[in-house]
């Protein structure tokens, strides 16, 4: 997206192309994208795997998934805004890559869940619902029988 504008100073022409003093703007743009994209990611990975899996996960997958996701995201807006003609191929490779990355955290969300530890309770409190136990009542004791 190039625009001129053109103004006549005397006998010089002067072209001012606004895509050079966009561009510095654009960079602006895609930083604070690239750490939105990180919240925003980070957020739906939580809620849509589970806060505990991703507390249990190694930090290394949640930080190169993280970032992968992100990066992928600002570049695909990055190569969207650079072409003018809808999609390119860099964009729809960077989108399949993004869809990648999302399956690869699928899975490993999935392998923590499976293998996340066993509960702390073994079974060795009573369940709360047992009933005391029950005395047969026997009548006072008499001369007799003076333990029955």
Do not use: C
């Not at 990611?41 to 991703?54: A, D, E, R």
């Not at 619902?129 to 029955?148: C, G, M, N, V």
């Amino acid at each position: 997206m190039i625009l001129r504008s053109r103004e006549t100073v005397g006998s010089w022409k002067i072209a001012f192309d606004s895509f050079l003093m966009t561009n510095r703007l654009l960079r602006t743009f895609l930083v604070v994208e690239f750490l939105v994209a990180i919240e925003v990611w980070l957020t739906f990975w939580s809620q849509v795997g589970g806060q505990y899996h991703l507390d249990l996960m190694f930090w290394p997958w949640k930080f190169g998934l993280t970032v992968a996701g992100a990066w992928l995201i600002t570049a695909i807006t990055a190569e969207l805004f650079k072409r003018e003609s809808g999609l390119s191929r860099r964009a729809i490779v960077y989108a399949t890559l993004l869809f990648a990355v999302i399956v690869t955290a699928g899975v490993v969300t999935y392998y923590y869940h499976l293998s996340e530890p066993a509960d702390d309770d073994n079974g060795d409190d009573p369940p709360a619902s047992q009933a005391t136990r029950l005395y047969r009542h026997s009548p006072a004791p008499s001369a007799d029988r003076p333990y029955s």
